[in-house]
């Protein structure tokens, strides 16, 4: 059965960092791209970072960069979010997705094939 599996998340305070992981399972992720999405209550949907198979390339949301770091580890299958900093804005479903291409600047608008369950994060004191 393929899955992907968000973990990590939890109730941090402003300033504090958390560790997502995405693991998957049925499938490997070595040819997949993986994008992180994020979605706040009453808010789209928006792309958060892409780490591609090919070369590793990332791609960041400009809210994100300097604070978040994508990376993957291919023989675990899974790929992590490394988030520091946080903001109360950065509060929200964080969710991970698979397509097979590479990332570009428009990451977010691609047609991804399987998704996490999602994993909340909430910044608050």
């Known amino acids: 059965q393929v899955q992907l599996v968000e973990s990590g998340g939890g109730l941090v305070q402003p300033g504090g960092s958390l560790r997502l992981s995405c693991a998957a399972s049925g499938f490997t992720l070595d040819y997949y791209a993986i994008g992180w999405f994020r979605q706040a209550p009453g808010k789209e949907r928006e792309g958060v970072s892409c780490?591609?198979?090919?070369?590793?390339?990332?791609y960041y949301a400009d809210s994100v960069k300097g604070r978040f770091t994508i990376s993957r580890d291919n023989a675990k299958n899974t790929v992590y979010l490394q988030m520091n900093s946080l903001k109360p804005e950065d509060t929200a479903v964080y969710y991970c997705?698979?397509?097979?291409?590479?990332?570009?600047?428009?990451?977010?608008?691609?047609?991804?094939?399987?998704w996490g369950q999602g994993t909340q994060v909430t910044v608050s004191s």
């Open positions: 997705a698979t397509v097979l291409r590479d990332c570009s600047g428009s990451y977010y608008l691609y047609e991804y094939d399987y």
């Open positions: 780490i591609s198979s090919s070369d590793g390339s990332t």
